[in-house]
């Protein structure tokens, strides 16, 4: 049975004018772990990546480490399904209606940017909203399309890796946590929560069988504490 290697970019950019690219650190995070992939014998049968930046630029730390070991990553396949919900989509449009219902919403982005904290716990709201579907309509894709869009992908993946051992998929915390979710049967909150606990540069594994994906293991990141604790993110 093919088994599904979901990998989680390296830490982007949060505090830069581009989040969609690589911190040094992110980089960094994606060498330690391809170093740990060659350590133990993981060389993947096929390769799939999402299409943005941050997932482009972790898979180029993984194969460089990979190249310089000897083992030749497969020529990966980017495909759009395994991209992340539009985070920015979803704060231009829900923000102003939130703001509009409730003054105190006016201006917390510019006063939370340099807050991470305070600006996950904000965004936990922005999300609640987007999963309860109350947003105009056809301004962002929805909870239910983005699921299948995800799984859409994963099956898709399957069909084209039919005898393969190890697949693996770089992507972003959103679609690790939809195939998670769907595996375990959670409801679409505590899945989405469950992606925010997802490390940067970590893995999580699946058995791919006709039925869809089976969990076997989550966010693995030892590899990064070994390394030390400054290399443990999550954004």
Known sequence: MTE???IR???ASFHGDNYDILSPLGARQMQILAGSLVKAGIVPDAVFC??????RESLKALDEIFRNNGAILPEARFIDSMNEYDHATLINVLVPVMAEEDPSFSG?????RQEPAEFQRFFRKVVDRWLDGNYPPGEVESWENFKKRVMDGIESIRCASPDTKNVFVITSGGPISVAAGESLGLTPARTIRLGWEIINASVTRFKLGMKGPVLSVFNAFSFLEEAGRDFVTYR
Do not use: D, N, S, V
């Open 50 to 55: 999402g299409t943005l930046q941050r997932h």
């Open 9 to 11: 970019h390296g830490q």
């Open 108 to 112: 917390i982005l510019e006063r939370l």
């Open 4 to 6: 599904l290697f979901m």
